[in-house]
T-cell receptor, first 112, second 113 residues
Framework: DAGVIQSPRHEVTEMGQEVTLRCKPI?????LFWYRQTMMRGLELLIY????????DSGMPEDRFSAKMPNASFSTLKIQPSEPRDSAVYFC??????????FGPGTRLTVL | GQQLNQSPQSMFIQEGEDVSMNCTSS?????WLWYKQEPGEGPVLLIA?????ELTSNGRLTAQFGITRKDSFLNISASIPSDVGIYFC?????????????FGKGTRLHILP
């Protein structure tokens, strides 16, 4: 069974550009999570969905960040406009129950 | 809000030594999870615990759900070079109305040659 799939694995962009990160959760998982990881702040939950509905977006840093889940097999995290301080590794994760969260390989974002 | 205190922050050990790390909280948890993250990869689930007092092994790894429901520990026996990485505890607080789990800040394990 395929795990969580994320694309791209690496993204380098210039400040002010729009960035879109993509995720395909594990089939049958009802929960989808977006995390951000930096050395300074560790692993932070940005937003999570249950059955495609956003449940808690309190971790989204600011209005420049948005996330959608149009169907059970796809989600996007968009940053517009991007800033250098957004540089981090972004993980998508999914779970069946909300408990055992399984992570994707991450997207390493660098904003110049 | 609820927090997980994970310790130690980092460990430097010799190959072959046993390792012990733990997570504590002032809140009661329903579930404890232990993850390992290697460079350039996402965290991988090692062990999941669901009942107070539960002791579960996965190869050389053993984890326990504390009987107070406020702590958990992870032991690694006879460490080998591939054990290097960051180990995260995570838990699902009992008082959470939603299904979020929260993560500790990680224990970075280094193995000296």
């Amino acid at each position: 069974d395929a795990g969580v799939i994320q694309s791209p694995r690496h993204e380098v962009t210039e400040m002010g550009q729009e960035v879109t990160l993509r995720c395909k959760p594990i089939s049958g998982h009802d929960y989808l999570f977006w995390y951000r990881q930096t050395m300074m702040r560790g692993l932070e939950l940005l937003i999570y969905f249950n059955n495609n509905v956003p449940i808690d977006d309190s971790g989204m840093p600011e209005d420049r960040f948005s996330a959608k889940m149009p169907n059970a097999s796809f989600s996007t995290l968009k940053i517009q406009p991007s800033e250098p301080r957004d540089s981090a590794v972004y993980f998508c994760a999914s779970s069946r129950t909300g408990g055992e969260v399984l992570f994707g390989p991450g997207t390493r974002l660098t904003v110049l | 809000g609820q927090q997980l205190n994970q310790s130690p922050q980092s460990m430097f050990i010799q190959e072959g030594e046993d390792v012990s790390m733990n997570c504590t909280s002032s809140s009661i948890f329903n579930t404890w999870l232990w993850y390992k993250q290697e460079p350039g990869e996402g965290p991988v689930l090692l062990i999941a615990l669901y009942k107070a007092g539960e002791l579960t092994s996965n190869g050389r790894l053993t984890a326990q759900f504390g009987i107070t429901r406020k702590d958990s520990f992870l032991n690694i026996s006879a460490s080998i070079p591939s054990d290097v990485g960051i180990y995260f505890c995570a838990g699902q607080p009992m008082m959470n109305r939603d299904d979020k789990i929260i993560f500790g800040k990680g224990t970075r394990l280094h193995i000296l040659p």
